[in-house]
């Protein structure tokens, strides 16, 4: 049976982000719709980390960690939500409002 409640957004930006805006964002998120989130991941670009930034979390458990260096790759951030009741439009303005 499919839940048409169920969606997915995808995020796909160039540029780097500021960690802090980035933590903040992502904590009230996941406090405000952590039980609709069923599963994010990603990869992001924090400002002036060397490295790839790479995530997933179910719900409202988060595990992030440093990846390879980004070397010659475009730096970028690319990430999904997967769940119920997602916001396409505050999803993407609120990534966006952590940008560095």
């Known amino acids: 049976e499919h839940d048409e409640e169920v969606t997915s957004v995808g995020i ?3 540029g780097d ?3 802090k805006k980035f933590n903040n964002w992502l904590s009230q998120l996941l406090q ?3 039980t609709d989130i069923f599963r994010m991941k990603g990869i992001i670009s924090i400002k002036n980390n060397p490295d790839r930034f790479v995530f ?5 458990l988060f595990d992030g960690r440093p990846d390879r260096p980004w ?3 475009p730096r970028r951030n690319s990430l999904i939500f ?10 993407n303005e609120g990534f966006r409002r952590c940008l560095a």
């Open 82 to 91: 997967i769940g119920r009741n997602l916001d396409r439009d505050a999803l």
């Open 71 to 73: 070397g010659e790759e």
């Open 56 to 60: 997933q979390g179910v719900h409202m």
């Open 32 to 34: 405000e719709k952590g």
């Open 12 to 14: 796909t930006i160039p």
């Open 17 to 19: 982000l500021d960690s």
